[in-house]
């Protein structure tokens, strides 16, 4: 079965430039997560989506970063007038859900995140 | 604000051994902890996600341990294969509003040397 997609793979910008990252989410997955992983470290939170509506966009480093998800399935990180300080590799994830459910004894869990290759992002 | 540690960030061992990654959290309300595997150019892939009343997970040549209270974590690999060899990064999952957000170390670079 498919997996997470993002597209393109490699993009390089000059600086100053709008660039706009896609992510094709697993068919049937509600919630959608975007991440940024600078070179050497791990992956930090973006932002989320359940369905189309972006519950969370705490992580984004500043207004210039804009996401959306207008029917609940593909997702586009945009950013505008990029910088250096951007180019990083950017990972998209979908799950089934989100947050805690419960599995028989009452137990919580979550649904485990499944990530795209990423795209890797080089600001000149 | 949560904080994941790994240590150490780099290994390299000779092919066969027994390894431990380790994973340190500051806040242990926590409600699971997972393990990744990230080769080169790729995304990550999910090897272990140990759940809040769990204390450890095993898959193949892996196991990995939880203990919430001390903060930590461990991810052993049995009898290291040339195979194993990528970047290991520990994430857990906050508590209450913040329950889907994952927080990652900065990972183990792992060689395993033929």
């Known amino acids: 079965g498919a997996g997470v997609s993002q597209s393109p793979r490699y993009k390089v910008a000059k600086r100053g430039q709008d660039v706009a990252l896609r992510c094709d989410p697993i068919?049937?997955?509600?919630?959608l997560f975007w991440y940024q992983q600078a070179l050497g470290q791990g992956p930090e939170f973006l932002t989320y989506?359940?369905?189309?509506?972006?519950?969370?966009k705490s992580g984004l480093p500043s207004d210039r970063f804009f996401a959306e998800r207008p029917e609940g399935s593909v997702s586009t990180l945009k950013i505008q007038r990029t910088q250096q300080e951007d180019s990083a590799v950017y990972l998209c994830?979908?799950?089934?859900?989100?947050?805690?459910?419960?599995?028989?004894?009452?137990?919580?869990?979550?649904?485990?995140?499944?990530f795209g290759d990423g795209t890797r992002l080089s600001i000149l | 604000k949560q904080e994941v540690t790994q240590i150490p960030a780099a290994l390299s061992v000779p092919e066969g051994e027994n390894l431990v990654l380790n994973c340190s959290f500051t806040?242990?309300?926590?409600?699971?902890l997972q393990w990744f595997r990230q080769d080169p150019g790729k995304g990550l892939t999910s090897l272990l996600l140990i759940q809040s009343s769990q204390r450890e997970q095993t898959s193949g040549r892996l196991n990995a341990s939880l203990d919430k209270s001390s903060g930590r974590s461990t991810l052993y690999i049995a009898a290291s294969q040339p195979g194993d060899s990528a970047t290991y990064l520990c994430a857990v999952y906050g508590l209450g509003d913040s329950s889907y957000k994952l927080i990652f170390g900065s990972g183990t670079r792992l060689l395993v040397r033929p």
């Open positions: 994830a979908s799950s089934r859900s989100t947050g805690p459910g419960t599995g028989g004894g009452g137990q919580a869990y979550n649904q485990p995140q499944h």
């Open positions: 989506f359940q369905n189309e509506a972006q519950l969370d």
């Open positions: 806040d242990s309300a926590i409600y699971n």
């Open positions: 068919s049937g997955h509600v919630s």
